[in-house]
């Protein structure tokens, strides 16, 4: 199984948009709704913002959506705000030929 | 609420077995429709998946480590370890315990999202 496929970096100013991508297979994120996204502030533990490639957990800003086209996965987080720098990481479940998990590489998201 | 902490030394030589533990508190490990993983990040890396378990023991490892993991539950101590064999430096990573919920995808039961993490400990694999 292959890290799903995320950009370095992205950025975008205060209360303005940005979307992170997230590319896989047809045997992954193509196949299945079980897509989730984490947020991960240096030294900490990533959090759940979105599973289900669309659903938010309680407590997450609805400033954070999820969505999915074929093999692609995206994030986007409008009304950008200072606290949302950090790296975000996409996951997807990996088919029933290891019944695993498999990550992204992780966005580093600079709110400049 | 459910609070997951790892445990375990925080230097392995090499060759030796890297092992560590992840204690399950404010909730039982052996409630249905959750998997308990351990996850890895090397340093200023991204996420690895290392594996799973379910409280009945069933176990999915990542097949790139496959020969080297092994992960087990112990309901009655309310944890569940893992076990890794023949470290290496690049064993070096911040291991994450974590809380998974599953979903089914036609008859089978997939995992769904890791909604409860541990802190992370560090483990660094030198002689």
């Known amino acids: 199984q292959s890290a799903l496929t995320q950009p370095a970096s992205v950025s975008g100013s205060p209360g303005q948009s940005i979307t992170i991508s997230c590319t896989g297979t047809?045997?992954?994120?193509?196949?299945?709704?079980?897509v989730s996204w984490y947020q991960q502030h240096p030294g900490k533990a990533p959090k759940l913002m979105i599973y289900?490639?669309?659903k938010r957990p309680s407590g997450v800003s609805n400033r954070f959506s999820g969505s999915k086209s074929g093999n692609t996965a995206s994030l986007t987080i409008s009304g950008l705000q200072a606290e949302d720098e950090a790296d975000y990481y996409c996951?997807?479940?990996?088919?029933?030929?290891?019944?695993?998990?498999?990550f992204g590489g992780g966005t580093k998201l600079t709110v400049l | 609420q459910v609070q997951l902490q790892e445990s375990g030394p925080g230097l392995v030589k090499p060759s030796q077995t890297l092992s560590l533990t992840c204690t399950v508190s404010g909730g039982s490990i052996s409630s249905g429709g959750y998997y308990w993983s351990w996850i890895r990040q090397h340093p200023g890396k991204g996420l690895e998946w290392i594996g799973y378990?379910?409280?009945?023991?069933?176990?999915y490892y990542n097949p790139s480590l496959k020969s080297r993991v092994t992960i087990s539950v112990d309901t009655s101590k309310n944890q569940f370890s893992l076990k890794l064999s023949s470290v290496t430096a690049a064993d070096t990573a911040v291991y994450y315990c974590?809380?998974?919920?599953?979903?089914?995808?036609?008859?089978?039961?997939?995992?769904?999202?890791?909604?409860?993490w541990g802190q992370g400990t560090m483990v660094t694999v030198s002689s």
């Open positions: 378990i379910y409280y009945s023991g069933s176990t």
């Open positions: 974590a809380r998974g919920f599953m979903r089914f995808v036609g008859l089978s039961a997939a995992p769904d999202a890791f909604d409860i």
């Open positions: 047809s045997s992954d994120v193509g196949s299945y709704n079980l």
């Open positions: 289900e490639v669309s």
């Open positions: 996951c997807s479940y990996a088919g029933s030929s290891t019944f695993g998990v498999v």
